[in-house]
């Protein structure tokens, strides 16, 4: 699958890494998951999604909340900014 991935978007100029353009699309179609659940999609463990995850928050794409009835679970959802970011990426793709 990541040899397909690479052959497909080699000409498509983004600076984020395979992780990371997956887990923003997957969050933006599962808005509101828990971390747990994007780890089993990704196959990825917890420590490497927190790594993705941090650099994604940093570019203020996607935010972390806790949840309100368990607060040891950390449910992930997309920003205005992370929309537009796939919105345009999709755009680069077709």
């Known amino acids: 699958m990541q040899m397909m ?3 497909l978007f080699k000409d498509i100029p983004y600076k984020n890494s395979i992780h990371q353009m997956r887990l923003i699309g997957m969050i933006s179609k599962k808005n509101g998951r ?3 659940y994007f780890c089993e999609k990704l ?3 917890k420590p490497n999604l927190t ?3 941090n650099r994604l928050i940093e570019d203020e794409l996607i ?3 806790t949840d309100e ?3 040891r679970v950390i449910n992930l959802y997309i ?3 992370g929309k537009t970011f796939i919105g345009k ?3 680069e793709i077709k």
């Open 79 to 81: 920003t205005e900014k």
């Open 63 to 65: 935010e972390r909340k």
């Open 5 to 7: 991935l690479k052959k």
């Open 51 to 53: 790594k993705v995850v």
């Open 69 to 71: 009835k368990d607060r």
């Open 43 to 45: 196959m990825i463990s």
């Open 34 to 36: 828990p971390m747990k």
């Open 89 to 91: 990426h999709k755009e």
